[in-house]
């Protein structure tokens, strides 16, 4: 499996930014996807997450209302819209996807449950 991702960059706070993740190598369309970022100096953290049909989504508490996960299976890309960018979103952003269709909801948020990371796009807001 393959994650390609993109749409990072410089931003202003307050801007929006569409980050999409191509993905390749097996069928799209069964796997719950998330989005996770790394600040320099931190551990990597979740940001979403969206179950195959894109009927059931989950947002880091910090991220709820600002930013939306969403997929086009037609397109095996998953995307993140981040809206009212913050200083404290810069980070590098990366997309993930697990080896099992069956991975539970109630794991979603966790780093270790995802086998196929993409190689990371930044992003950096300046406020």
């Known amino acids: 499996v393959q994650l390609q991702a993109s749409g990072g960059g410089l931003v202003q706070a307050g801007d929006s930014l569409r980050l999409s993740c191509a993905a390749s190598?097996?069928?799209?369309?069964?796997?719950?996807m998330g989005w996770f970022r790394q600040a320099p100096g931190n551990e990597r953290e979740f940001v979403a997450a969206?179950?195959?049909?894109?009927?059931?989504?989950t947002y880091e508490d910090s991220v709820k209302g600002r930013f939306t996960i969403s997929r086009d299976n037609a397109k095996n890309t998953v995307y993140l819209q981040m809206n009212s960018l913050k200083s404290e979103d810069t980070a590098v952003y990366y997309c993930?996807?697990?080896?099992?269709?069956?991975?539970?909801?109630?794991?979603?948020?966790?780093?270790?449950?995802?086998?196929?990371w993409g190689q990371g796009t930044l992003v950096t807001v300046s406020s």
């Open positions: 993930a996807a697990p080896m099992t269709s069956r991975l539970q909801s109630s794991n979603w948020r966790f780093a270790s449950a995802y086998d196929f």
């Open positions: 190598g097996r069928t799209f369309s069964t796997f719950a």
């Open positions: 969206i179950n195959w049909s894109g009927g059931s989504t």
